[in-house]
Nanobody, 125 residues
Framework: VQLQAYGGGLVQAGGSLRLSCAAS????????MGWFRQAPGKQRKFVAG????????YYADSVKVRFTISRDNTKNTVYLQMNSLKPEDTAVYYC???????????????????WGQGTQVTVSS
C-alpha cells in the first residue's frame, strides 16, 4: 500500500488542523493505521492509531482529548483531527500502515511496514 499524507500547515496555538492520509490499493480496510510525529532532533513518536475496521482507537497521553483519529474505508483515507494545538505539537506528521497487527495497532514505529512522506505541522505561540 502507498500512503500520502497532507493537510499540514502553520496555525496559531489553540487552533485546529485536520490531517489526511490517502492510501492506494484495494486492501486498505485490512490495514491498521497509525499517526506518528517527529520533531527536529527527536525520535519519531506514536500519536494515534486506529484498527482496520475503525472500532478501536488509541492515543498518546499528550494528545488525548485534543486529537481524534478516524478512517473512511470507502475513501481509503485516515484522518487526524487536531484541536487545541500547542507549540509542542510542532513536528512532521507521518501516517503508517500495517496489517500484521490485526486490529491491535502498533505503538512502535519500527513495526510499521508502510509510511507516507510526512506533512509539516507548525504551531506558533
Amino acid at each position: 500500500v502507498q500512503l500520502q499524507a497532507y493537510g499540514g500547515g502553520l496555525v496559531q496555538a489553540g487552533g485546529s488542523l485536520r490531517l489526511s492520509c490517502a492510501a492506494s490499493g484495494r486492501t486498505f480496510s485490512a490495514y491498521d493505521m497509525g499517526w506518528f510525529r517527529q520533531a527536529p532532533g527527536k525520535q519519531r513518536k506514536f500519536v494515534a492509531g486506529i484498527s482496520w475496521g475503525g472500532s478501536s482507537s488509541y492515543y498518546a497521553d499528550s494528545v488525548k482529548v485534543r486529537f481524534t483519529i478516524s478512517r473512511d474505508n470507502t475513501k481509503n483515507t485516515v484522518y487526524l483531527q487536531m484541536n487545541s494545538l500547542k507549540p509542542e505539537d510542532t513536528a512532521v506528521y507521518y501516517c503508517a500502515a500495517d496489517r500484521r497487527s490485526r486490529g491491535s495497532v502498533y505503538y512502535t514505529a519500527e513495526l510499521y511496514a508502510y509510511w507516507g512522506q510526512g506533512t509539516q505541522v507548525t504551531v506558533s505561540s
